[in-house]
C-alpha cells in the first residue's frame, strides 16, 4: 500500500478526507479519555516559520494518543546547510515514524515526500494549509452543519489558506466566494469557486465569512491599503445569512482584516476554530500512520 502522505488535499479522495473529518469529531468527544491509539510512535516537526497553533496542537495532539514528538527548526538542521533533501528524507525515515513540516517551498515538501518511507504531513507551505482547512471543515460542521450547499465567503488577500479553500469546495461540496483587490483575483476560478471585486456582493447570503492576515509570513513591510475594502466590518458581516459564522485561522491584525466589534460578536468561532486544530490534527495522524 502506498504512504498515506497529507500534503495536498486533491491527492486524497473525497471519502477519505470526509472520514478524517468524522474521526476527528469522535475524538473531541473523546478528548478526556484519548484512545492510546499512538502507543510507541514518533512524529518529528521541522519548522521554517514560527507557529503556535499548528506546532502545539500536533504537539499535544500525539502525546494525547500516547505518542512521541521531537521538534526542530529547519535552520538548526543540516539541510539548511549543504545535506540534500533526499538525504535528509531517508534519515527520517531511519528515526520517526511520520514528519509534519511548515516549509515555504511546496515543491521542496513535495521532493521530500517522495525520498521517505514515512508519511510526509504539510504543515504549511507557501502553495497550502491543508490542516487549518480541516479544521475550518470541522469547525463549520459544528456551528451550522453540513457544508453541502452552504456558502462561504473570503475576503483580502489571495493566499494559501484561501487556495486550500478553492482545493475544498468541490470536495465538499460548497460555493467559494472570494474577494480581494483586483490584482490578486484568481487568473482562474475551479467549480464551486466565484471571484466578486465587491466585497458586499460576496458577502451576500454567506453562511461563513472567512479572512486572513494582508501580511502572510515573510512579507512584512508590504502595504494594507489597497485591502481596507475587504475589511471584515459589521457592515460587511451585515450582508450575511442570519446566523452567519465569523472565521480566522489567525493570528490577527485587529483593525486590519478585522474589527474588535467582529471579533467580540457572537459569530466569531475562532478559538472553536484553534480549538479544532487539535482534534483535526489527531485525526490525520492517524490516517496517515495507521493503516
Ligand atoms: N493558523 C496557523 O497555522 O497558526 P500558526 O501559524 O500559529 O501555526
Not at 15 to 23: A, N, P, Q, S, T
Not at 146 to 152: A, C, S
Not at 211 to 221: H, L, Q, R, V
Amino acid at each position: 500500500m502506498s504512504i498515506r502522505h497529507f500534503i495536498n488535499l486533491p491527492d486524497i479522495c473525497a471519502d477519505e478526507l470526509k472520514g478524517i473529518i468524522k474521526h476527528a469529531h469522535k475524538l473531541k468527544a473523546e478528548k478526556f479519555d484519548p484512545p492510546q491509539i499512538m502507543a510507541g510512535l514518533s512524529l518529528a516537526m521541522v519548522f521554517d516559520k514560527r507557529s503556535t497553533r499548528t506546532r502545539m496542537s500536533f504537539e499535544i495532539g500525539m502525546k494525547q494518543l500516547g505518542g512521541h514528538t521531537i521538534v526542530m527548526g529547519m535552520g538548526e538542521m543540516q539541510i539548511a546547510g549543504a545535506e540534500s533533501i533526499e538525504d535528509t528524507g531517508a534519515v527520517l525515515s531511519r528515526y520517526v515514524d511520520a514528519v509534519m513540516l511548515r516549509m515555504s517551498d511546496h515543491a521542496n515538501m513535495e521532493e521530500l515526500a517522495r525520498n521517505t518511507t514515512i508519511p510526509v504531513i504539510n504543515g504549511m507551505t507557501n502553495d497550502s494549509h491543508p490542516c487549518q482547512i480541516m479544521a475550518d471543515i470541522m469547525t463549520i460542521e459544528e456551528n451550522i452543519g453540513d457544508l453541502k450547499g452552504k456558502k462561504i465567503a473570503w475576503f483580502g488577500d489571495y493566499n494559501n489558506v484561501c487556495k486550500t479553500f478553492e482545493q475544498a469546495a468541490p470536495i465538499w461540496d460548497f460555493e467559494l466566494a472570494i474577494s480581494t483587490p483586483e490584482d490578486l483575483a484568481p487568473t482562474s476560478t475551479g467549480d464551486k469557486v466565484t471571484y466578486y471585486a465587491d466585497a458586499k456582493e460576496a458577502a451576500k447570503n454567506a453562511d461563513v465569512i472567512v479572512t486572513d492576515t494582508w501580511i502572510s509570513m515573510g512579507e512584512e513591510g508590504k502595504s494594507i491599503d489597497k485591502f481596507m475594502p475587504y475589511q471584515v466590518n459589521s457592515d460587511l458581516m451585515a450582508c450575511a445569512n442570519d446566523g452567519a459564522i465569523f472565521m480566522h485561522c489567525m493570528p490577527i491584525h485587529k483593525n486590519e482584516e478585522v474589527t474588535p466589534e467582529v471579533l467580540k460578536s457572537p459569530a466569531c468561532v475562532i478559538y472553536d476554530e484553534a480549538e479544532n486544530r487539535l482534534h483535526a490534527q489527531k485525526a490525520i495522524l492517524a490516517w496517515s500512520m495507521l493503516k
